[in-house]
């Protein structure tokens, strides 16, 4: 589901892994579908790699995902703009077993932020899973 969906430190929003080249990458944004390089100075992660803390384990990005999906019922979720204090509370109804110690309001915010830009772009749907495993 969120195979080859990256997160670029210091960029805004969500890419798509393009290609490879010498010394770093090309990505297109998800939302604009403009393509740029980055590089191995950029601090990158793949979303399906990202995993939240709860009290017991760590639970997978996608899973979170989920979890935010059957609540909102496919729809987009909390504005990542939203007061703090709605995001703490929203975030615990979806995975009330967080470790309130290690997950920040802007892990939290990053979460809704990214989860409404995978929906906005219908790419958290079972057609692009089924593609995606369909394509390996």
């Known amino acids: 589901m969120l195979k080859g ?3 670029i430190s210091g960029k805004p929003g969500l890419f798509k892994l393009v290609s490879q080249m010498d010394k770093g990458i090309i990505v297109e ?4 579908k403009k393509r740029e390089p980055a590089y191995a100075s950029h601090k ?6 990202i995993a939240i803390f709860t009290e017991d384990e760590e639970v997978l990005l996608k899973d979170v995902f989920l979890k935010i999906k059957e609540k909102t019922g496919g729809k987009e979720a ?3 703009k939203s007061p703090d204090k709605e995001i703490k509370k929203y975030f ?6 967080y470790d309130e110690d290690r997950v920040y309001v802007s892990d939290m915010k ?4 990214w989860y409404n ?3 906005k772009h219908d790419m958290l749907n079972e057609k692009s899973e089924k593609q995606e495993t369909s394509e390996k």
């Open 5 to 7: 969906i990256l997160s």
């Open 78 to 80: 909390i504005a990542h």
């Open 117 to 119: 830009i995978l929906v």
């Open 110 to 113: 990053k979460v809704f932020r």
């Open 29 to 32: 944004s998800i939302e604009t």
């Open 92 to 97: 615990a109804e979806i995975l009330p077993d």
């Open 44 to 49: 990158i992660s793949t979303l399906e790699d």
